[in-house]
């Protein structure tokens, strides 16, 4: 059954800690995206890749850090230079984006 | 710079009402629009694209390029239509993204 993976789907971090959010996908898309979902401001866009050990900034990426040594993996980092984490964070995929993404079912960061 | 505006936050109707979700965006080139939707407690899928000019669900949306509009309709709204929705627009230029608007939360009553 193709689709994306994201794990875990809540995670709570003290302050300070780095954490790394996973996104896994087996549709065999190239292109992968990481955005965050904030109540009133919609989906901005924090780090995307279009294909293997290549990926460039969005529009909100400080504090973030990603990687792609993988075509089907995308972990996201959450760094402790975030200074806003508490967010739910979305990852998506697509080959031909005129197509749309897929999208994964979300991961809940909360810092305590 | 690309941009989706979505000015409801929340647009409350009753079942079988007309509903019109507002979509406008800016964009200098040729664009491809899409509306996502985000039921409760599901990930948020691909509902419709401008390009395929379809018809998903009993919603429809045209791309007018002279106001710049991508709405969202739909002649008769149903209680399973409450989600959220997203207009989201793709430029014709650089890596391909999507770029999201803030989303409208339809909520129809009994």
């Known amino acids: 059954d193709g689709g994306i993976t994201q794990s875990p789907k809540y995670l709570f971090r003290k302050e300070g800690q780095n954490v790394t959010l996973s996104c896994e996908q087996n549709?065999?898309?190239?292109?992968m995206y990481w955005y965050r979902q904030d109540p009133g401001q919609g989906l901005r866009l924090i780090y995307y890749?279009?294909?293997?050990?290549?990926?460039q900034k969005g529009d909100i990426a400080e504090g973030y850090s990603v990687s792609r040594e993988k075509k089907e993996s995308f972990p996201l980092t959450v760094t402790s230079a975030q200074k806003n984490p508490t967010a739910f964070y979305l990852c998506?995929?697509?080959?031909?984006?005129?197509?749309?993404?897929?999208f994964g079912s979300g991961t809940r960061l909360t810092v305590v | 710079a690309q941009r989706v505006t979505q000015p409801e936050k929340l647009l409350s109707v009753f079942k079988g009402a007309p509903v019109e979700l507002k979509c406008n965006y800016s964009?200098?080139?040729?664009?491809?629009l899409f509306w996502y939707v985000q039921y409760s407690r599901q990930r948020l899928q691909l509902l419709l694209r401008?390009?395929s000019r379809e018809s998903i669900k009993g919603f429809t949306a045209d791309l007018n390029k002279g106001e710049t509009s991508f709405h969202l309709k739909k002649p008769f709204a149903q209680e399973e239509d409450s989600a959220m929705y997203y207009c989201?627009?793709?430029?014709?230029?650089?890596?391909?993204?999507?770029?999201f608007g803030t989303g409208t939360r339809l909520l129809v009553s009994p």
């Open positions: 998506a995929s697509s080959n031909q984006i005129s197509y749309g993404y897929t």
């Open positions: 549709l065999n898309h190239d292109a």
């Open positions: 989201a627009l793709k430029g014709d230029t650089g890596f391909q993204k999507l770029v």
């Open positions: 401008h390009i």
């Open positions: 964009y200098s080139g040729s664009p491809e």
């Open positions: 890749s279009q294909i293997v050990n290549d990926f």
